[in-house]
Each structure stands twice: as C-alpha cells, then as structure tokens.
C-alpha cells in the first residue's frame, strides 16, 4: 500500500509565529521612529542677539563719527596746503605742516576717517581741510568732497544682520520644536531618556 504523501502548508497560508511577528513590528518602530531634534538654548539665543548689538555698536562707532566730521569740514572746514613730514603706520598716523592758509608752517595730524587713513608719503602735497574751532580735526579735502567707502561700517553692518538672522532663525526653531507634537519612542514612551526632561517611563519588549 502506498504512503500518503503529507500535505504541504502553503506558503501563502504562513503565519509568523506572534512573538517573531512583535519583534518584527518594534523593530519597524525603533526603525521609523524621529526623536524630537535638540531643543536649542535660550543662552545660544542671547549670545546671538549679544552679537548682533556689539556689531551695531561698531558699525554705529565706525559710522556717526567719520559722517558727523565730514559734514562739520563740509559746512565750516578752512581749506590750506599741506605737506606731509610723516607717515607710520605702527600706530598709523600722518602728519601734515602747512604750506597755505592761516596756519602756514604749523604741523597737524590728519584724522582717521573710520580708522583710515589716505595712502601718502612723505613729501607729498595736498589740500586739506580743518575746523578752525578744533583744528586737530584735518582730512583731506578730497576726502571730505567725496568720502570714500566707510569699508568698517559696511562690514560691521553685514555681521549685524548675519547674527540678527541667526538669532531669529534659533528662536524661531525652538518655539517650532517646543509647540510640534513628537511621537512617543517605542520602548520609552514619552519618557526618552537622551531627553532630560522626561518623566514617563515605559518598557515594553516583543
């Protein structure tokens, strides 16, 4: 008598033994599973905004006094000739004596114009313009007809914007991340413990 051949299961009708299919599905979860991004600190944003007003202090330091002498010179500067006795530039200065004008044959140093000052040499002459109340402030009169590019100013101005940006791009983020809702982590619960603010605790294992 011939043996009865034993029926296969079919593979379609294959049912995962439920522990191996829950460790299956806690893997597919820990796998899926977004932790709430690093919460960014109020002492980040403060060092930013901190920044942003040291560099608007410069910029406004580099600024209001090169613009208030040029407009001073402009409106009541006494134009002389000068020639130029010195140049150094550690500390830079130039110095001019005067060769025209009112003050013929005294000396001067020109003023920093934002902390520049005009490529010369020694013998070179010029026009410069100085206050006859304060004639320790002097520039050259082409300087004070057509001032050049405040270079520091616009350079301090950028920085400020760049960390004004920054400092509302990480406010922004954090009151994102503080208001979004995160799902619980699979094994954890709301209580992750890479956050330090978690409370709740739950262990669970397939």
Known sequence: MAKKKRSRRRNDHYQLPPRVAAAQRYAAAIAAYKPRPPLPQRRLIAGAFGLTLLCLGMALSFWIPARTLTDDLRANGVTAGATVIGVDDKPKYVKVKYVLGPRLGKEAQLSDYAGMFPDLRTGDVLEVMYDPEDPSR????????????????????????????????????????????WPEHPAYGSGDPRKPDSTTVRLTKP
């Open 138 to 181: 002097v520039l050259p009169r082409q300087w004070v007809i057509a001032p050049p590019l405040n270079l520091p100013a616009y350079g301090t101005a950028a920085l400020t914007v760049i960390f004004l940006g920054l400092s509302v791009a990480v406010m922004l983020r954090r009151r994102w991340i503080l208001r979004t809702s």
